[in-house]
């Protein structure tokens, strides 16, 4: 493993105009072996303890992938059914939108119809009221 160590320094001795104008601030990457810190002596018997590992993991993992997979599917199929219930209401929704319509335009006909009738019932009550009843009485 090699790690970086980054730097930086300036010249603090005093140069000439020209050179204080060109000073450039200088970075240095100094690279730290340590392999030495590490231990690569690994036998065979490890490294397939570490593979079985690694393959029951994967196993596993698959096995809740698909199971996953499996899921998603289901539910990208309830979201189909939904959708197309949706849109059965929305159709159902729209005709009774309609229906609503025509029954308050039904509504206020009959409403004037009768405001008209009641009006039409004083004034005939009315007519009766002023003709005077003339009965004889014949004996």
């Given at each position: ?26 970075m ?10 590490v ?8 490294m397939?303890?570490?593979f ?7 196993e596993?993992?698959?096995l ?30 729209t005709?009774l ?26 004034s ?16």
């Open positions: 493993m090699k790690k970086a160590m980054m730097t930086t320094w300036s010249e603090s001795e005093e140069s000439s105009e020209e050179e204080n104008e060109k000073e450039v601030a200088n240095c990457f100094i690279a730290i072996d340590e392999l030495d810190e231990n690569f002596n690994f036998s065979d018997e490890d397939h303890d570490v079985e590992e690694l393959y029951e993991d994967f596993k993992l698959s809740k992938n698909n199971s996953l997979k499996k899921k998603i599917q289901d539910l990208e199929k309830e979201l189909e059914e939904m959708k197309e219930k949706f849109s059965i209401v929305e159709i159902y929704k005709h939108e309609k229906e609503n319509e025509i029954l308050k335009k039904k509504n206020e006909w009959l409403t004037s119809s009768l405001s008209i009738f009641s009006c039409g019932q004083k005939f009550e009315m007519i009766l009221a002023s003709q005077k009843c003339v009965l004889t009485n014949k004996d």
